[in-house]
């Protein structure tokens, strides 16, 4: 039992010789952040492999959000998804805006664009959808109803670098798509992310807003906040580009083996197989259906924590039902997101993931059946 930890990720590592080298210029030039030569550098890079025609980085995703709403000046409510990660719903409430929870769909767990409409009323501005997991939420129908109802559309594709829908990169939807680049993400700078969007002029505001609101040397027209990704962080990046693909492959390894172990098994859901879709394979939720699986996703948590392997209940507890919320709002108003919730763990996936390791964990959760 004394066996090393296994986490539900394990951030990715360039070869360190190669970090050193991408960063050794910044001790001639001094340019530490504020637009640097690997800030431009990595932004091009970046739109050309997430197929995009405009990117604007920062410091993190979070941040990324909750400006690219203030670009789009948004006011009033947002319908969101409440099975996701705190950022999501923070971001629209720190802009004084209004989130109203859509419930899901029960295969691939995104937005349910059926759910949408009854929620609609003269003071909603923008739909904010998660492609959660990396599960690509139904963009064709949200689009629909958007141009119908005169709507911004915002993605969190926090989970989704490198998606693509029929070769199309995933941040081409929408108004505006938000990255993440954090350390546990697939794909990242320690911290970090940034904003797509197909209208050039976001591009100034963008700008603008990470900066302070500056808009020149002597002029600040925004109030604006601090949000520029450094060049420290923008080196990782581009170091870390060129082994995303690598690193993707072996995570599709590690989510075929799950599949092989466990896709026969009576009670459990394995994540969908979208048709059309290139996958990220960011993460591996199994939804454990008590009633025919026999053991709870508590008792599987359990198990498996007992053997030093750590799962993790994601997205559990459902964001209406965080402390901050849940005097607002009634979660059973979202049936589905509520059921998924209380059943789903995202099982360890990550390049590095022995196969032998893998098969461990099926085992754990067979034998435990
Ligand atoms: C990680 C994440 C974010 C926030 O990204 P950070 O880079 O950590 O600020 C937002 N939404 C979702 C769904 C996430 O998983």
């Known amino acids: 039992m004394n066996r090393n930890p296994i986490y539900v990720t394990k951030a990715s590592m360039p070869p360190f010789e190669e970090y050193l080298q991408q960063i050794a210029p910044l001790w001639e030039s001094a340019w530490l952040t504020n637009n640097g030569a690997l800030h431009k550098q990595l932004t091009q890079a970046l739109e050309t492999r997430l197929k995009v025609p405009h990117l604007c980085l920062f410091a993190n995703g979070h941040l990324a959000l909750s400006m690219a709403i203030r670009a789009l000046h948004l006011k009033g409510e947002v319908i969101t998804t409440p099975f996701t990660f705190a950022s999501t719903t923070h971001a629209i409430v720190e802009n004084g805006l209004k989130p109203v929870f859509c419930d899901i769909d029960p295969q691939n767990y995104t937005m349910n664009p059926e759910k949408l409409t009854s929620l609609i009323t003269d003071k909603t501005c923008a739909i904010l959808p998660v492609h959660v997991y990396g599960n690509v939420c139904d963009v064709d129908a949200i689009e629909t109803i958007a141009k119908e109802h005169g709507l911004h559309v915002l993605y969190d594709a926090a989970h989704a670098f490198g ?207």
Not at 217 to 240: F, I, R, T, W
């Open 163 to 369: 998606v693509e829908v029929n070769g199309r990169g995933i941040g081409t939807f929408g108004d505006a798509s938000m990255f993440s680049f954090h350390a546990t993400k697939v794909y990242h700078t320690v911290e970090g992310g940034a904003i797509t969007f197909a209208d050039p002029a976001l591009d100034r505001t963008l700008y603008h807003l990470k900066n302070f609101g500056i808009s020149g040397p002597e002029s600040v027209d925004a109030v604006g906040s601090n949000a520029k990704m450094g060049e420290l962080h923008a080196a990782m990046g581009l170091v870390n580009l060129r082994y995303i693909d690598e690193q993707i492959r072996l995570r599709q390894k590690v989510a075929e083996r799950y599949r092989e172990r466990l896709s026969e098994v009576k009670g459990l859901r394995l994540p969908p197989v979208q048709s059309g879709i290139k996958r990220n394979d960011a993460y591996f939720p199994v939804l454990f259906d008590e009633s025919l699986f026999r053991k709870t996703r508590d008792e599987v948590f359990a198990a498996l924590a007992t053997q030093n392997i750590h799962a993790r209940k994601y997205f559990y507890p459902l964001v209406s039902d965080y402390a901050c919320y849940r005097d607002q709002y009634d979660s059973s108003l979202t049936p589905v997101a509520q059921y998924t919730a209380n059943r789903i763990l995202t099982l360890p996936i990550y390049g590095s993931l022995a196969l032998a390791d893998v098969d461990r964990i099926c085992d754990l959760i067979l034998q435990i059946s």
